[in-house]
C-alpha cells in the first residue's frame, strides 16, 4: 500500500503555476479510447491499496492506483465481487481509471453499472484541494451526486484519489448457453428473455451465435437448461472475459474505426451497418464503420441512444456523442467549477472542453 496524495497534490499546485496541463494516468489501459491526450503526464500506479473493506456491509474502499485484479482477489475471499464487471486488461487496469472511463461489462442491463455502485469518492481539483464526495455506507443522500459524475468523466473534472464502493455477493452457479441465430432473431429473443424469470446476468450475439448467461441457485439454472434447451459453452469465464477486456476476434485491429453505439434493446439490427457484436441484451451494438461520427450518432438517437468511436483512425476528431448547445455549457460550467485553469485532461473527451474553453474560448 502507499499514499502519494501529497506528491499528486504538489503536481497539481505547480501546474497551476506553470499552466502545464496534465495526462492522468492510471494503468495506461484504456489509452486507446477518446482523443489525444495532450499534457505532462501524472502517474496513479503507486498510490495503492485496499483502505478499508466490510464484507458484511458489502463496501469496499481503495485507492485509484490499487489493480481490478487486486480488489477482485480480495472479494473472492468472501465470494463477493464487483459491480459491473470492470475489464481488468491482463491485470494492469486501475479502479480510478475504471471509474474514470466508466465502462462496464455484460452484467451492466443486470446487475448495474461500475458507475451505480459508487457510494463516494475522493478527488484533487483544479485548486490543489482534496475534497471528499458522498461516504462509505450505502445511506448516504446529502448534497448532489458529485461522485458518480466522475463516472466516464476521463478525468476533466480532477484527479481520482480514492473510491468507495458497494459489492455484490457472487451467484452460486453460472452457466451460458449457446444458440445458432441470426442477428435479428437474436436480438428479438435477448428482449424476450431480459423481461422472463430467467436468471440472466449476460447475453450476447457475435458471428451467428447467440450467448445467454444465467446466474444464480444451482436449481434455478438446471430449470432454465431444462426450458432453453441450448448448447453449454465450455470455458465460459474466458468467453466473456474476451469480450469485457477487448480480446475476442471481433476487436482485433482493422483499418476502420470501431463505433459503440447505445441503443434501445429493442432497436432493430442495422445490417448495412456491416460486422456487428451486439452485447447487453441489444443495448449495446459494436461495429466497424467508415461512416462519419455525425451519421451514426443521429442513427443512434432515433434509438434514444448514442455513438461512440472507440478506437477512431484521427485522434484528433471528435469521438464522443455531439452535445446540445444547453449540455455543452453544463459540461463546460462543471469544467470550470472544478478545474478553472483546465489543466485536467483537455480535450480528451471534446475539443471544447479543452484548454481554449478556460479562457471563454470555444475550440471545436
Known amino acids: 500500500m502507499a499514499n502519494i ?6 503536481q497539481v499546485n505547480d501546474a497551476i503555476a506553470d499552466k502545464t496541463a496534465l495526462n492522468l ?16 503526464a501524472v502517474s496513479l500506479k503507486n498510490h495503492t491499496g485496499v483502505i478499508s473493506y466490510r464484507p458484511s456491509e458489502l463496501v469496499v474502499t481503495a485507492r485509484a492506483g490499487t489493480t481490478i485484479a487486486e480488489i477482485q482477489a480480495q472479494l473472492a475471499n468472501n465470494n463477493q465481487t464487483l459491480v459491473g464487471e470492470p475489464p481488468a486488461f491482463n491485470g494492469k487496469a486501475t479502479l480510478g481509471g475504471s471509474v474514470a472511463a466508466g465502462i462496464s ?37 446529502a448534497g448532489y451526486d458529485v461522485s458518480r459524475l466522475q463516472a466516464g468523466a476521463f478525468g476533466a473534472f480532477g484527479i481520482i484519489t480514492e473510491v468507495s464502493l458497494r459489492v455484490r455477493p457472487k ?23 431480459s423481461v422472463s424469470a430467467h436468471p440472466l ?30 448448447e453449454r459453452l465450455e470455458n465460459q469465464d474466458l468467453f466473456w472475459r474476451s469480450i469485457r477486456n477487448f480480446r475476442h476476434p471481433f476487436f482485433a485491429h482493422r483499418a476502420q474505426p470501431l463505433y459503440r453505439l447505445s441503443l434501445s434493446p429493442a432497436a432493430p ?32 438517437a432515433l434509438q434514444g441512444g448514442h455513438a461512440t468511436c472507440y478506437r477512431p483512425i484521427d485522434r484528433h476528431a471528435e469521438c464522443f456523442h455531439p452535445q446540445s448547445d444547453t449540455a455543452k455549457r453544463i459540461h463546460q460550467n462543471l469544467k470550470m467549477a472544478f478545474d478553472p485553469h483546465s489543466l485536467f485532461n483537455p480535450g480528451r473527451m471534446y475539443s471544447w472542453l479543452g484548454r481554449d474553453e478556460a479562457q471563454g474560448g470555444n475550440s471545436q
Not at 5 to 10: D, F, G, K, M
Not at 26 to 40: A, C, D, E, L, S
Not at 203 to 214: D, K
Open 5 to 10: 496524495t501529497s506528491n499528486l497534490i504538489e
Open 25 to 40: 494516468i492510471g494503468g495506461n489501459t484504456k489509452h486507446f479510447i477518446g482523443r489525444q491526450p495532450v499534457g505532462q
Open 105 to 141: 461489462g455484460a452484467s451492466r442491463p443486470f446487475w448495474g453499472s461500475l458507475r451505480d455502485a459508487i457510494l463516494g469518492v475522493k478527488l484533487i481539483n483544479g485548486y490543489g484541494e482534496h475534497l471528499r464526495f458522498g461516504g462509505q455506507v450505502m445511506k448516504n443522500v
Open 171 to 193: 451467484s452460486e452457479s453460472t452457466t451460458t448457453l449457446v444458440f445458432e441465430c441470426g442477428a435479428a432473431s437474436a436480438i428479438r429473443r435477448m428482449r424476450d428473455l
Open 201 to 230: 446476468s449476460a447475453s450476447a450475439w457475435c458471428s451467428g451465435q447467440l450467448f445467454i448467461r444465467l446466474s444464480g441457485s444451482q436449481l434455478a439454472i438446471n430449470h432454465c437448461i431444462e426450458t432453453l434447451g441450448g
Open 269 to 300: 439490427h442495422y445490417e448495412q451497418l456491416g460486422d456487428t457484436l451486439i452485447d447487453w441484451a441489444g443495448g449495446v451494438r459494436w461495429v466497424y464503420s467508415e461512416r462519419s461520427l455525425s451519421t451514426l450518432a443521429n442513427l443512434a
